[in-house]
């Protein structure tokens, strides 16, 4: 299994940003699918997560309102559109998958089983 993150960059702050990321090997659509990050110096943390339906789209607190997660199953593709975006978002974005039942929605980060190589999101001001 090989995810393929991309779209990181710079970005003033209240810009946009959309991430994607290409799986391969999976069976995407039987796949939830998630967004994480980690800043420096600190431990990697949940974003957003999308279930294998796309019917639940958890989000954490801190970007509730301002990214949305999606998925497209044809293109084996998932997505974090990144709007309104704060210094505070500055980190190493990585996406992670996992096979699963379609009534389960995995919300631990230790429930991912593959991961992405990550990329870097800076917010300047």
């Known amino acids: 299994v090989q995810l393929q993150a991309s779209g990181g960059g710079l970005v003033q702050a209240g810009g946009s940003l959309r991430l994607s990321c290409a799986a391969s090997g999976l069976t995407f659509s039987r796949a939830a699918l998630g967004w994480f990050r980690q800043a420096p110096g600190k431990e990697r943390e949940f974003v957003a997560i999308i279930s294998r339906s796309g019917s639940s789209t958890p989000y954490s607190d801190s970007v509730k309102g301002r990214f949305t997660i999606s998925r497209d199953n044809a293109k084996k593709t998932v997505y974090l559109q990144m709007n309104s975006l704060k210094l505070e978002d500055t980190a190493v974005y990585y996406c992670?998958?996992?096979?699963?039942?379609?009534?389960?929605?995995?919300?631990?980060?230790?429930?991912?089983?593959?991961w992405g190589q990550g990329t870097q999101v800076t917010v300047s001001s």
């Open positions: 992670a998958a996992k096979s699963t039942i379609l009534t389960y929605t995995p919300m631990s980060i230790n429930e991912f089983d593959y």
